[in-house]
């Protein structure tokens, strides 16, 4: 005998990276299951990850090495990653037809490098286990009573179910629908939802200046980050200038650690454009460009030394020169000036850039009142979390998207 009307085994609220393979899971279970989404699409977030390659996950399988990148939420990590970690994830994608590239720094993509790959290869597997899907339909309420959720409004409809799945990520790319919403509905449950915040975001700098480099990068620099006078931490990798300040992964991933500076005072970074050699390696290396092109203007010398699309602009903050003035004219003093700029450009972050900016925010419910082996809550009986709802710090490349992928396979697997 079917179930009544309206009535499914499991609703998953959120047709995202998390929602549609906790659908799947429990689909290929057996269940019946409502998957609901307020997009006209699903995958929206999955669709412009990656810059449209879509980041699928980091190939690192070592757990205890993985989890390390979460912080303190890496001890309530273990079970469920022992259940569906990065080697089964990967043999998850490919074995149902979705091949995979590895990349520098274990940065798995589809070969494709089609982000609406991801998204097509989800919606087959809906399809394959029957799993109904409602899109552009808002879910407005959560009814509970006796410590469970009954009903499941949205539009025009009442929804039940066995079990509920939670699944609408948190407030970063609010252009994709990740507006909140899933954070005021756990506080109504009872849940304690941390106010989220963003952390893995770009940079922005009180220079006007850097407006002028926006679009272009340092692809190997390394840039420290000071309080005042003291240095506290340095990173390297490749630095994406923007019309407000800095980007790109080696940013991103030291947003949380400059906000923190930012709380105690005035916060600068030092960008070091050569960090293979030391001043002296590099005033050898500008003598050498300066004594083969005497006669020309020091801009256009700089453009054999510099990333394109930098040296115009850094030529005009040389301190003590004008960028106009004949690479003979030059002094001892001004050259060793030039190198020390390069070695050390100075900028002062002002703060960090907001939620619609954010590449991940964290912030929502503590893993303690998660069981982690199940993805149930501890507060409603018949509520499963999953995915970017979890207050987790943590950095990008593939890592935010594992945490989807294991928090719903984990959540399929149990409702």
Same mark, same amino acid.
């Given at each position: 005998?079917g ?7 499991v ?6 990276a ?12 057996g269940? %019946? !299951? ?16 990656? =810059? ?9 399988? $070592? *757990?205890r ?5 979460? =912080? ?13 970690? &990065? ?15 590895? +990349?520098?720094h ?9 982000? +609406? ?5 989800? +919606? ?16 407005? @309420?959560?009814v ?20 509920? &799945?939670?699944?609408? =990520? ?9 507006s ?7 506080? #109504?449950l ?8 963003? /952390?893995?975001?770009?940079?922005k ?16 620099a ?6 005042g ?12 200038? /923007?019309?407000f300040?800095?980007?790109?992964? /080696?940013?991103?991933n ?5 906000? $923190?500076?930012?709380? +105690?005072?005035?916060?600068w970074?030092?960008? $070091? ?10 005033? !050898? ?10 006669? #020309? ?16 602009v850094?030529? #005009? %903050?040389?301190?003590h ?8 004219? &030059?002094?001892? @003093? ?6 020390e ?5 100075p900028?002062?972050?002002? =703060?960090?850039m907001e939620? $619609?900016r ?13 069981? *982690?082996? /199940? ?8 509520l ?18 594992q945490?989807c992928? *294991? ?9």
């Amino acid at each position: 005998m079917g179930l009544p009307k309206n009535t499914y085994d499991v609703i998953v609220i959120g047709g995202g990276a998390s929602g549609m393979m906790a659908a799947v899971v429990a689909g290929k279970r057996g269940k %019946r !299951v409502l998957l609901i989404e307020k997009n006209k699409r699903l995958g929206e977030k999955i669709r412009i990850s990656g =810059g449209g390659r879509c980041n699928i996950l980091n190939t690192e399988e $070592d *757990t205890r090495k993985f989890l390390s990148n979460f =912080g303190e939420a890496d001890k309530f990590l273990f079970s469920p990653f022992a259940q569906f970690g &990065v080697k089964e994830t990967r043999e998850f994608f490919e074995s149902n037809g979705l091949p995979l590239m590895e +990349e520098e720094h274990n940065r798995a993509f589809p070969k494709s490098e089609s982000a +609406e790959d991801v998204v097509h290869f989800f +919606e087959k597997l809906l399809r394959e286990y029957k799993v109904e899907v409602r899109k552009n339909i808002e879910v407005h @309420e959560l009814v509970k009573r006796s410590g469970r959720i009954t009903r499941v409004r949205a539009g025009m409809h009442e929804f039940a179910a066995e079990s509920i &799945v939670l699944a609408t =990520g948190g407030v970063s790319h609010p252009e994709t629908g990740s507006s909140g919403e899933g954070f005021e509905w756990l506080k #109504k449950l009872g849940h304690d939802v941390q106010e989220p915040k963003p /952390t893995v975001v770009p940079l922005k700098v009180e220079e006007k200046w850097i407006r002028n480099m926006s679009g272009n990068s340092l692809p190997d620099a390394k840039i420290t980050f000071a309080l005042g006078k003291e240095r506290k931490f340095s990173v390297r990798g490749r630095i994406l200038f /923007t019309h407000f300040g800095l980007s790109g992964p /080696t940013i991103l991933n030291s947003a949380a650690k400059v906000q $923190d500076l930012l709380h +105690e005072g005035l916060v600068w970074a030092h960008i $070091d454009i050569f960090p293979d050699i030391d001043l002296g390696a590099l005033d !050898v290396k500008v003598q050498e460009i300066f004594e083969a092109n005497k006669n #020309k203007n020091v801009r256009n010398v700089f453009k054999e030394l510099l990333p394109p699309g930098t040296a115009d602009v850094l030529a #005009k %903050r040389f301190p003590h020169i004008d960028e106009e003035i004949k690479v003979h004219s &030059v002094t001892k @003093e001004q050259r060793k000036g030039i190198v020390e700029f390069l070695k050390n450009v100075p900028l002062v972050i002002s =703060g960090l850039m907001e939620a $619609d900016r954010a590449v991940i925010a964290d912030g929502g419910v503590p893993l303690s009142e998660i069981d *982690t082996k /199940t993805m149930k809550s501890k507060v409603i009986k018949n509520l499963f979390i999953t995915g970017d709802l979890f207050n987790i710090t943590r950095p990008t490349g593939g890592y935010s998207f594992q945490l989807c992928w *294991t928090s719903g396979y984990v959540a399929g697997m149990n409702v």
